[in-house]
């Protein structure tokens, strides 16, 4: 239960730090008590202000599911060396994301996590993490 | 008005005192000792440069795992970190703006609902003095180049430091029109002409079209620092003297921003929100 509450406590902590450009606090749109996985086809990446925009479509028994992810700014991703290429050479292919999404219901989601499909893991944390499994 | 312009005479003698023997060191020296501003010229202080991101970018790192090995990479927020040291030719900063009695409420209602109100939420232009410093400059002998980076566009502006007046025929805008002069190592640039529907600063700080922003610039080691005084004497009382900003020289080249389309919006629940810019 303990490490539940820290989980959820390190994951609003990262939320919050994650927005500090964003104009609005991440709770005004999302449930920040959890973060679920979601994957599905890679079919956009857009290069954005004021947050970079992730398409997913989700296969759900015969039907498609489209996803919206947000995520940080663009300024954001190219100080910590990633480029829209990093994230747009999977579009076509099966992707991760794991996201907070709309406390309306919508599937619409901040993207924290992104397994691409050739294994490769970016992930949003404290700035405190240290590197190393 | 007179009472302003003493006010800010005051604090421009006072920024100087506090500077102490550093500035009057860093005036008359030859040769800049390690550490010290480097000069372009023989008279002036070579402000050209790169420096970081004045945005406010999330403090977040980012976790990068390829084939088992685990990076971490952070961003730099120098510019939005408060300036702890006594900084040479900074003025005192005044803590916040002050509003006559009648405009009070309407700032606090305007800061209560920033994230519905602030246009800069939506992708509007910050303009000066809020945007900051800037990402980019390029001195020239009587002539100055800023450049930008920022979430609503790229905007630039050039201004002269041959001591020419502003222009009887320029346009009102976000970022006004600009002339400047040295004092010292300080390049000082007096800005007016501003379009009245912008903010110039967080917390609904909104101005009119009597603004009147006075910026100065100097160079701190390789650093690069920025403070801004805004009189307003359709909405304010007094100047507002903002804190001084330190940001560092990188090696990130400038780029064109993406643009700004704002998805979310219309999906906020409450007011909740934060700093910018």
């Known amino acids: ?133 | 008005m007179q009472n302003i312009r003493r006010n800010i005479a005051c604090l421009t003698i006072a920024g100087a005192l506090a500077a102490g023997a550093a500035f009057a060191q860093s005036s008359t020296a030859a040769k800049p000792a390690p550490g010290e501003t480097a000069r372009a010229g023989a008279t002036h202080p070579d402000l050209s440069g790169t420096y970081i991101y004045a945005i406010d970018l999330a403090p977040a790192a980012l976790k990068k795992e390829v084939a088992g090995k685990v990076t971490i990479s952070t961003v730099d927020h120098s510019a939005h970190a408060k300036v702890k040291e006594a900084i040479p030719n900074a003025l005192p900063s005044t803590p916040a703006p002050s509003y006559k009695p009648e405009f009070v409420a309407q700032v606090k209602d305007l800061a209560d609902h920033e994230s519905k109100t602030d246009p800069v939420f939506y992708c509007a232009r910050p303009g000066v003095p809020r945007i900051g410093p800037p990402r980019r400059v390029v001195q020239l002998k009587n002539e100055m180049i800023f450049l930008y980076e920022d979430v609503s566009g790229d905007p630039y502006r050039v201004f002269y430091t041959d001591g020419r007046q502003h222009r009887e025929d320029s346009n009102p805008s976000y970022y006004g029109d600009s002339v400047a002069h040295w004092e010292g190592n300080v390049l000082v640039i007096d800005v007016l002409n501003f379009v009245p529907d912008g903010w110039f600063g967080e917390n609904g700080y909104f101005h009119t079209d009597k603004m009147h922003v006075t910026e100065r610039v100097w160079k701190v080691g390789d650093d690069l620092a920025y403070q801004a005084i805004v009189e307003d004497p359709g909405v304010l009382t007094a100047p507002w003297v903002m804190p001084v900003r330190l940001v560092k020289s990188t090696a990130l080249a400038v780029e064109e921003s993406p643009a700004c389309k704002d998805e979310d919006g219309a999906k906020l629940l409450n007011n909740d929100h934060h700093g910018q810019r």
Not at chain 1, 30 to 43: E, R
Not at chain 1, 45 to 68: A, F, Q, R, Y
Not at chain 1, 102 to 117: F, R
């Open chain 1, 1 to 133: 239960m303990r490490s539940k509450i820290f989980c959820a406590f390190i994951l609003a902590m990262t939320m919050l730090a994650a927005s500090a450009l964003a104009h609005h606090s991440p709770s005004a749109i999302f449930d920040m008590t959890k973060k679920v996985p979601i994957t599905g086809t890679l079919t956009a990446v857009n290069w954005v202000n004021p947050h970079i925009i992730v398409l997913v479509d989700v296969n759900k028994n015969g039907t498609t599911e489209s996803w919206k992810f947000e995520s940080n700014p663009p300024a954001w991703f190219r100080q910590v060396g990633v480029s829209r290429n990093d994230l747009a050479k999977g579009i076509g292919q099966t992707v991760t994301v794991e996201a907070v999404t709309a406390i309306d219901g919508s599937h619409y989601g901040y993207m924290q996590k992104i397994t691409m499909p050739d294994g490769t893991v970016l992930e949003l944390v404290g700035e405190n993490e240290k590197a190393g499994k």
